[in-house]
């Protein structure tokens, strides 16, 4: 292994020199090639390293994805932070809800990393969203109308989250890799929050009881089209070939289904889906489609129930405040000429 | 706490319910701007100082309840807004960044002289609590310097709305510094620095320093008491915000959540 590194090294030494001597076709498609053999060895790529542009373009828009879903992600459970029932879940969801925003604002200094060769930064990462250029989780557009809900977005999106990003970990870019750690321990935090609120649910009264059933029958099914379709797309693909993702849609959405069905029953809950059952000899779930047409219209249109009303809160912060940002660059600005020393 | 006598006692509640009211709202107005201030890095900054005020809410809370009142959910989920003791102006929805930048840093001013005073007291569960919560006052305090100042020295326009900010809360400022009813337990406890008249002063040297280092208009005295939210005196806006704050938990109060 250490062998095969060092003659890698050797050839991008070399590689390096003949392309700064100039010529690029024949260069570009032989680093590609080295690039696609550290990949396959199991070696991980650093933010400096060369990279093919598919590459990159497949990172960016990956991880710009995963960073908005977790700012968008904040806003249904937000909501609840000031109708929190008790101090100690106040004070948890409040942690929670700023531990998402923590998450978006990391990964989208990766994906402002990855965008510097396209001169696009912070306020173009987030312009996006507002002008429906970058997508955000399907379960993020659905309504959370009880306190249920916002126990039930932790138990479940947070639960789904750990699945896909535990698969992540071992993504070939390394700075995503090392990020995800971080966020995929306080991920199993919030799902530990979440479930807390659900049991505590189950065990109370009817009331509490019929909330928190009516809360899953509302996010199971977002839940199914959360990991997205059997066949994979394009993109899915290359990323599966690049290492960037490791796991099928259909492995992932298994693993929660297999993870679930017993933490759902043993609450004394149902789950809302009556073809829902498990090969006894493969152990592979059965279970309903979700509407894929509508959850895909959704998430590429901006026209789920409260997808509106969510960029508009966001258009709120980001757009609405442009001025409060440019006030405090201008006053630090000056602030850094007034202690410039006289030359 | 055993050998606190009755007066002692209910001089400490006097002192200690209307700080826990004042931290309690101004969390819970915080904690409303999550995800919806100017950037992803002031809502990781202000969210923070949110929960740490809810947390020395709950601290006051709590030691309430060691004196007898109800515990410090109960405190929080089931008093009517005549029980309140919050400053009426910390009750304000909230309005643009400005606004809450301008509320914060004059109440943060006063929270910092008053922590200090606390410091003076002969009840050490107090001062204990006391002492670690200074610690992340001092840190609230810069945050919100630093943002007025920013404000105040960034564009034409982010001066303009922080002076339209200052002269809207300032004229609804005055029971911040005051006491509900006489001012007698400041004696009891040996705590004469929090009287109104002294943190009024303290207070306002230190707003004049500031307002004239950022040669903002200075807005004048602050006006007597009109509504005086220490007697339980609060507007339509602490209703509103109680009946937002209480609608889960008065699904079923006698259910734990």
Redesign the interface.
Known sequence: MIFFKQAIALRNFCLCNRVTEGGHSVEETERTQIFMERINAGEKIEANDWMPDEYRNLLIKQIHMHGISE?MG??PE?E????????R???AL??K??DE??H??ML?RLAEDLSRPYGRG?EELMDDVLDGRVKFHNVFHMEAPT?ADAGVIGFLVDGGAIITQAMLLDSSYAPYARMLKRIVAEESFHMQHGEA?VL??A???Q??RD?LQGAINRWWEPMMFFFGPVQMGKGAQRMMEYKIRTKSNEELRQKFINRYVPRITSLGMTIPDPELRQDPDTKEWHYSQPDWERYNEMVHLNSGPMSQARIA??R??HEG?R??????????E?QVSEHQPAI | MENLGESETRALIQLIKPIADDEWIVG?RG??W????????E??AF??I??DE??HA?FY?ELLHSLGLPS??EL??LRPASDWTNAHVLETPNRD??HTVALRYLYEVLDDIRHEALLGSWYQPLTDGVRKIRMEEKYHLQHFTTGF???A???E??RQ?LIEGIADIWPRLSDLFAWGGSEEFLEKLGLPNLAQSQLKHSWTIRMEKTFHDLELPWPGPVPGVKVNGRNGEHTQDLSDLLD??T???Q??VS???
């Open positions: 700012i904040a806003y937000k609840w932070v000031p109708k929190a029932p008790s101090i879940r106040k004070l409040n942690a809800v700023q925003i923590g978006g604002q989208l912070r306190w609120v505590a649910l065990e109370g009264s009331a509490q909330m809160m966001r709120q912060a405040q001025w409060v940002r440019e006030a405090m660059n201008k006053a630090s000056r | 819970h904690s409303e999550l995800a919806l201030t100017p950037d992803l890095e809502d990781l969210s923070s949110s929960q809810m947390g709950q809370y410090a959910d929080v989920y960044w400005a100042q920013l404000l020295t960034g564009t326009l982010s709305r937002v704050m609608e889960v938990h699904i079923d259910s734990p959540w």
